[in-house]
């Protein structure tokens, strides 16, 4: 659901770099994105390309020696990228929540779920120990925890994968957050389960008017649960526009290959669509578009001048077949020997 | 049902005891705990195509390759290979012969490379183990050759497998199983670790070699869409059982089986933007105490009484199996379904 409203999330110009031994790597590149209440925008991309890490900048959970190297993040218009520690921590659960990928590692495995829930809200709302064990309880029940009376109190161990990810989701949703950032939420799940997960997100995003910035690899996931998608290549946003766009009509010639790349079950063909090659290492990152080296329809100019984000239809994709100027002569792609 | 005398799987059974040890059983007055990972299951796949298993994680698929390929040994039935029961004893020669005709790719290629050894010795190994090269120039000229068939250069030898990302190591990984020129492939989840646009290249160098080698596949997996685009025919696994057998085009089309018909109602597809899927509740049950009768029937919409406490068997229906009471009794309608392809 997208309305007019001010965004709630605002990302201008990230950068996030890593300094190494060799020299600072950009992982995430002159990202800029914004989220408007309510929407859930989808982060796409392979691994690598930068998506977590633009989840994390904006939680504030950048792992050493990463660090935020430009740009801005904005929530409800107040900026957060610079805030001190301990402000930061008051945000994030309250205001922003995270659900990570393996629902295993992000509970502690030595307090019961109860504790977790109730040290969470205690945190974040001025509850007594019994109201907050209260509204754990309610949280539970909300999340669809069969049998939450006497679940509350078992360990993590006890649950399965999927009930597990249901208590990361009512731990997320602890404060009452405006925006939750959920990095693969369903990746460690079976299909069946991923299932009831992703329609739990829904449901809760539209009861509770949340947002969500939903980061996954899984298009079919994006597909059913997205407003709008941003597709990341290198670092960068490729293409960003309504999720039923970026699918059936896309604009980036990377996103073309990665539609093309997913086995559908409508239609099967002789072979898959395959991209050659593979996404360039931070270290390489070619010049001009990053994409070129594997691009079939590439010009001059894509080898010399990096695309910035510009209006195709009703996305916006970073290629200059979009511009008026075009692509230039062009030029063969890159045949890696391997495939000659 | 086709000509399937080339791999024939007959009530394969693996049990695992995972008990806990004697003593602590005697104290604590712990029954023994045995987990039934593949309960009986029969397969006949036919020279030259794909067979996919496919279920969720738990239900025994990786068991049953890991059973196929001789990586354990089989509780109860056989397995026939060409003729070859694999289970009897034999020499050592006999068996050396069998195994070098099948092969395994495994899932993850960040573990099933050794670290330590070049690219080189890895694609050797089995070239070595059986005995298959002449000389020193004939091994060399073998492994290069196996390099190029999977898209790698023969210089990448001479790297170690952390210098490749996962998509290439998943080539040499194939390029391995290839060395010893064998006739079946088992494949546990090959493209699961891989993202999509480095699946689909190794989907599609799959297939060329398929054609090309005239390879057998049997395919392991849990993507539903992989396995429509890779397969001849497709079983779907439920704790440790095979609940439908069918070609691929009849099992997607028309899938009889509700834990079939769950699965792919539960798929996301790219054509599904905004679509509402109604999940199914429920979860896949421990295999250390699986339901009575069909296993699925706490699950299943249509379950009644008989499927509480009978197991159903499998029957022929449009060229597959099936396992289900309800649609031997004609109480489940089987309906077509449709796709839209994709513009």
Not at chain 1, 234 to 252: L, Q, T
Not at chain 2, 52 to 67: H, I, N, P, Q
Not at chain 2, 272 to 279: N, Y
Not at chain 2, 307 to 334: F, M, Q, S, W, Y
């Amino acid at each position: 659901m997208v309305t007019n409203n001010a965004p709630l999330l605002e990302v201008k110009n990230l950068r996030v770099e890593f300094p190494t031994r060799r020299g600072t790597l950009l992982a995430v590149d002159d990202v800029s994105f914004d989220i408007a209440p309510g929407e859930v925008l989808g982060v796409v991309g392979e691994s690598g390309a930068g998506k977590s890490l633009t989840g994390n900048a904006i939680i504030g959970l950048l792992e050493p020696p990463g660090r935020i190297a430009g740009g801005e993040v904005r929530l409800e218009g107040k900026r957060i990228d610079n805030l001190p520690y301990e402000e930061m921590r008051k945000i994030r659960g309250a205001r922003i929540g995270a659900i990570f990928q393996d629902p295993l590692t992000s509970l502690n495995p030595l307090y019961s779920v109860s504790r977790q829930l109730v040290e969470t809200i205690q945190t974040h709302m001025p509850l007594s120990a019994s109201a907050a064990r209260a509204r754990a309880l309610d949280l539970l029940k909300e999340v669809g925890i069969p049998g939450a009376e006497q679940r509350i109190d078992h360990y993590p161990h006890q649950f399965s994968g999927g009930m597990r990810q249901r208590v990361v989701i009512a731990l997320a949703l602890c404060a009452g957050p405006r925006l939750i950032v959920a990095d693969e939420p369903t990746t460690a799940l079976d299909v069946s389960i991923q299932a009831q997960i992703i329609a739990l997100l829904k449901k809760l995003c539209r009861e509770h008017g949340t947002s969500v910035m939903l980061v996954t690899h899984d298009m079919g996931v994006i597909a059913e649960t997205a407003d709008r998608v941003a597709v990341m290549y290198a670092g960068r946003i490729a293409e960003i526009g309504p999720v039923r766009d970026v699918i059936k009509n896309a604009k980036h010639p990377y996103t073309k290959g990665l539609m093309g790349s997913i086995p559908s079950l409508g239609h099967r063909a002789e072979r898959l669509t395959q991209i050659d090659g593979s996404m360039p290492r931070l270290t390489e990152i070619p010049t001009g578009c990053a994409f070129n080296p594997r691009c079939t329809v590439r010009g001059e100019r894509c080898l010399v001048e990096r695309p910035e984000l510009m209006a195709a239809d009703a996305s916006r994709a970073a290629c200059w077949l979009h511009d008026a100027g075009g692509v230039g002569t062009p030029v063969a792609p890159v045949r890696e020997m391997a495939n000659a | 049902m086709p000509d399937g005398n080339y791999v024939r799987i007959e009530g394969l059974k693996r049990y695992f005891d995972v008990s806990a040890p004697w003593l602590v059983r005697k104290l604590e007055g712990k029954p023994r705990q045995i987990v039934q990972a593949v309960d009986g299951i029969d397969i006949q796949i036919a020279k030259g195509e794909t067979f996919s298993l496919v279920g969720e994680s738990g239900c025994g698929k990786s068991t049953v390759a890991r059973l196929v390929v001789g990586l354990y040994p089989p509780t109860a039935g056989k397995i026939v290979f060409d003729g070859n029961d694999m289970s009897e004893r034999r020499g050592q020669g006999a068996h050396s012969t069998l195994r070098r005709r099948l092969q395994m790719i495994f899932q993850d290629p960040f573990a099933s490379l050794n670290p330590r050894w070049r690219v080189f010795d890895i694609i050797a190994e089995p070239i070595r183990a059986f005995g298959l090269s002449k000389d020193k120039a004939d091994l060399e000229k073998q492994v290069g050759d196996l390099l190029r068939q999977v898209r790698l250069t023969p210089a990448d030898g001479r790297k170690f497998p952390h210098e490749f990302s996962g998509g290439q190591r998943q080539r040499i990984s194939i390029a391995r199983a290839l060395a010893s020129q064998p006739e079946f492939l088992i494949c546990d989840e090959p493209t699961s670790a891989l993202d999509v646009s480095v699946q689909a290249q190794i989907l599609n160098l799959m297939m060329d070699l398929q054609r090309r080698l005239k390879l057998t596949y049997l395919f392991i997996s849990h993507n539903l869409a992989v396995v429509y685009h890779i397969s001849t025919r497709v079983g779907v696994m439920y704790l440790g059982r095979l609940v439908e057998e069918a070609p691929t085009d009849t099992l997607f089309k028309r899938p009889k089986h509700p834990y079939t018909r769950m699965l792919l109602d539960t798929i996301p597809d790219l054509d599904m933007t905004g679509r509402q899927r109604a999940p199914v509740a429920g979860e896949v049950p421990s295999p250390l105490n699986p339901p009575s009768g069909c296993t699925f029937h706490p699950r299943c919409p249509f379950a009644n009484e008989r499927c509480k406490a009978e197991r159903p068997k499998a029957l022929p229906i449009e060229g597959g199996t099936v396992a289900c009471h309800g649609i031997e009794e004609n109480r489940i309608p089987i309906e077509d379904r449709s796709y839209t392809a994709r513009g």
